[in-house]
């Protein structure tokens, strides 16, 4: 069994703690927090013990931080000297300097360390893997209900970096240009930003991010040769229009749209469905994170990723000022 202990006992810490408890081959043994009464009530609800610091509590195998992005550094930097396999919440750090130091550490222990890009593991992305995404435009929106418990960054890291992550993972490419703007409109930073980032490989992509929206939105549109990709990120869906031979069309996968005639012959739209898999994604990335650590094998989501999406949110927010 691999003892496990979750930082940080907030929304997201609460919601670990819980999925820690039905995952197979781990046990939730501690969680720590500050907050008395929040750290206990949680931790006596999941048979666990509390501790108020980190330093406080005992060796254990791995540690999921969940505290607040400020604090993710130092968190992560004592778990690591500590020997313990670190799984941290997104973005890695507050800033891409300390992602580096932090690179740097974690090539001098033997521990796993995964960032917690938990739309890696949404069932209509993971869909995506048995098909060719080749993306030349991508459009993203990811919008949310203003919720006080994450303005201590900018909407830039508390939403927009899901779609950054995203981005960098279906392009494969760097980025080479940003062009942004951001508004601050009840907090002290961008509560409403949008991003046009151009990629090396000539993919452009327009993502918008607000945390002050009348309802909750998050999708991405992907334009590729002969093909587009309608992902509804909240409702775990994809709707893909392919244009084909119409010799290639089965009938037992695909809905047929319309013919199209082009300068290269005669073609059709179709529809495919992608086959959906109902999974919990933040179950499906603790179950990765422990694959890594039984396995020893590369993290789903790793310490590097995880700081090149901080990277670039840097660089967007530089552009927005």
């Known amino acids: ?34 907050h008395e009464q929040r750290g206990k009530d949680t931790a006596q609800r999941y048979h666990a013990t509390w501790y108020p610091a980190l330093e406080e509590m005992p060796d254990v195998d791995a540690v999921v931080i969940a505290a607040p992005t400020a604090s993710h550094f130092e968190l992560a930097t004592a778990c690591l000297k500590r020997g313990m396999h670190t799984f ?57 209900t203003f919720k006080p418990r994450a303005i201590d960054v900018s909407v830039v890291y508390d939403l927009m970096i899901h779609d950054i992550d995203l981005l960098l993972w279906l392009t494969r490419s760097s980025v080479v240009d940003i062009a942004a703007t951001g508004v601050a409109v009840l907090t002290s930073t961008p509560d409403i930003a949008n991003a046009r ?24 549109r992907i334009f590729q040769k002969e093909c587009y990709l309608g992902i509804d990120l909240a409702a ?16 037992a996968t695909q809905q047929p749209v319309g013919a199209v005639t082009t300068q290269f012959g005669n073609k059709m739209i179709v529809l495919d469905s992608p086959t959906i898999e109902a999974v919990n994604a933040i179950a499906e990335e603790q179950r990765s994170f422990l694959h890594s650590i039984t396995n020893n094998s590369d993290a789903a989501v790793t310490l590097q990723e995880g700081a090149e999406a901080v990277r670039i949110a840097e660089l967007i927010e530089q552009a927005m000022n």
Request: charged share 20%.
């Open 88 to 144: 941290v919440e997104k973005p890695v750090t507050a800033t891409y300097a300390q992602a580096e130091e932090l690179g740097r550490l974690a090539q001098t222990v033997d521990c796993i360390v995964q960032v917690g890009h938990v739309e890696r593991f949404n069932p209509a992305i993971m869909a995506l893997r048995d098909y060719q995404v080749d993306p030349m435009f991508i459009e993203g929106h990811r919008l949310s």
């Open 236 to 251: 775990g869906s994809v709707e893909m229009f392919r244009l084909i031979e119409q010799a290639a069309f089965n009938n």
């Open 197 to 220: 980032i151009t990629f090396s490989n000539g993919c452009v992509a327009n993502l918008t991010a607000s945390r002050i929206s009348a309802k909750p939105l998050r999708k991405l």
């Open 1 to 34: 069994m691999i003892r496990i202990a979750v930082v940080g006992t907030g929304h997201l810490g609460s919601i670990h703690a819980r999925l820690w408890t039905e995952q197979e081959g781990a046990e939730l043994v501690a969680v720590v927090d500050p």
